[in-house]
């Protein structure tokens, strides 16, 4: 059987970046969150704030040791299978990688080390400064690699001579006009995915018994981060869904499922989109609705996709969507019940309905799901273009035989699936392990009395 290497490549680059982006997807904000716990530890003095930091601590560095290595084997891809990007937008794509390891990546790799071990050789606000210094990097990081995925996405600020891209304006290509639509749309979606992974696992440590006097500090913190952003997620991401409509209308035609031309288009709600009679089957749908979400009338016009001479393909787009809003709005549902209920228990989760914590760790990496079903809409749908509108896919992969190819996204795919099971294992472990294990003595003040609940097993060693 005779493959595209073309194909193959987008998929090993599918691959990577499928893998790597679940652990920035958590660490960007992660390292906030340590930035509140640490901070609430100096405020109030309460040892478990210092319980829970010291626990996300080793959990950041484990996310992050893993979203660095995968980050490194995705940009060699861009020599091995994709050499002709870099030789066409070198000169725009170079440097913002160069900004993002120069201004982020070093951040980090230096300050994390005194935030991991600094905790008692150096002082509060130099320690307190260093988690800062680290979150901030870690948004920086973000920063830089979205300006360039915008940039792909709506391309702006350059000039073309002898078949190369060059610079005319940074001002207009960092601030490119997807990209502050596309960066929040990420931070909240990094946040959100923290959030359930914190109350997930906490929620799990109850499950198993292994519950200390940190948890139900995470947990709501977590839930209540949640609870308040996907509200600001749905604005934010219909702002996002009209950018997308103005710049790139036939990935909304996609998305939507909308393959003639027509006024008042349904909103799908499922359907199988039949790509070789451009039509979509067993479609259930809410009339006119598409329309008024995205032109904000009821008999609004849609371009279908036979408008344009090139499109995306239409399945992925069309169920990817679905996907992503599906789980964000499961992920709405629980964080608000599950806020309100155990509330109403004093947040205490031994006290909450047993189904309902069970509900709150089942969805601890909800987030993964919706993040990269969001990522799939983002980068499938700007096919068959590389740059949009500018360099097609196709014209700059490497001439590298396919079976070479499909030899070493078998391989990729193995070690990522290892990886991720490992790190899920870890993850369980450390939850798991005895509370005394991950919370030693603070390095200056009283430890605070320990609620009644926890006192036995915090006191068990």
């Known amino acids: 059987m005779d493959f595209d290497p073309v194909l193959l490549a987008r998929m090993q680059f599918a691959a990577n970046i499928t893998f790597h982006i679940l652990f920035p997807t958590i660490s960007i904000s992660l390292g906030w969150m340590l930035l509140f716990m640490r901070w609430r530890w100096l405020k109030t003095n309460h040892r478990p704030w210092l319980t829970a930091y010291r626990f996300w601590t080793k959990v950041f560095a484990l996310t992050f ?69 680290v ?10 690699i979205l300006v360039l995925n915008s940039w792909m996405q709506t391309p702006v600020g350059y000039e073309i001579i002898n078949g190369e891209f060059h610079v005319k304006s940074w001002l207009e290509i960092i601030f490119n006009p997807s990209f502050p639509y596309r960066f929040t749309h990420m931070l909240l979606a990094s946040m959100l995915t923290m959030a359930f992974l914190v109350a997930g696992v906490s929620a799990w440590q109850v499950l198993r018994g292994r519950a200390n006097a940190s948890t139900p500090l995470a947990l709501r913190a977590g839930l209540t981060l949640a609870a308040v952003l996907i509200p600001v997620q749905i604005v934010v991401g219909d702002m996002h869904g009209l950018n ?50 995205l032109t904000h009338e009821w008999d609004g016009e849609l371009k279908g996709l036979n408008e344009f001479e090139a499109h995306p393909p239409v399945r992925p787009l069309f169920f990817s969507f679905r996907i992503m809003v599906a789980i964000g709005s499961l992920m709405l549902l629980v964080s608000w019940v599950g806020w309100w ?10 006290r909450a309905p047993r189904w309902l914590i069970g509900a709150i760790a089942g969805m601890t990496f909800s987030g993964w799901i919706a993040t990269v079903a969001g990522w799939y809409v983002t980068e499938i749908g700007r096919q068959p273009w590389i740059v949009h509108g500018l360099i097609k896919t196709a014209d700059v992969a490497s001439t590298t035989p396919a ?42 003040g009283a430890a605070t009395p320990l609620p009644t609940q926890f006192a036995n097993k915090e006191n068990a060693a």
Do not use: C
């Open 65 to 133: 040791a893993l979203g660095v290595v995968s980050g490194i084997t995705m940009s060699f891809q861009f020599g091995t299978n994709w050499p002709g990007f870099m030789e066409k937008v070198g000169n725009i794509a170079g440097p913002l990688l160069g900004f993002e390891v120069l201004t982020a990546f070093f951040l980090e790799a230096t300050f994390l080390g005194v935030m991991l071990f600094g905790h008692g050789r150096v002082s509060e606000r130099v320690h307190l400064l260093a988690t800062f210094l």
């Open 135 to 144: 979150a901030f990097g870690t948004t920086m990081s973000a920063f830089w």
């Open 244 to 293: 997308t409509l103005h710049h790139q209308p036939q990935k909304i035609a996609a998305i939507e499922g909308v393959w003639h031309t027509e006024r008042g288009a349904p909103l799908l709600l499922f359907a199988l989109p039949n790509e070789a009679e451009k039509r979509n089957d067993m479609a259930i749908g809410i009339p006119k609705m598409a329309s008024l979400i």
């Open 341 to 350: 209920l155990l509330r109403r228990h004093g947040w205490q989760p031994d």
């Open 403 to 444: 079976p070479h190819i499909a030899l070493t996204l078998t391989g990729y795919l193995i070690t990522y699936v290892l990886l991720i099971v490992a790190y899920v294992s870890v993850l369980r472990y450390m939850a798991e392990k005895p509370s005394d294990s991950y919370d030693p003595a603070p390095t200056g």
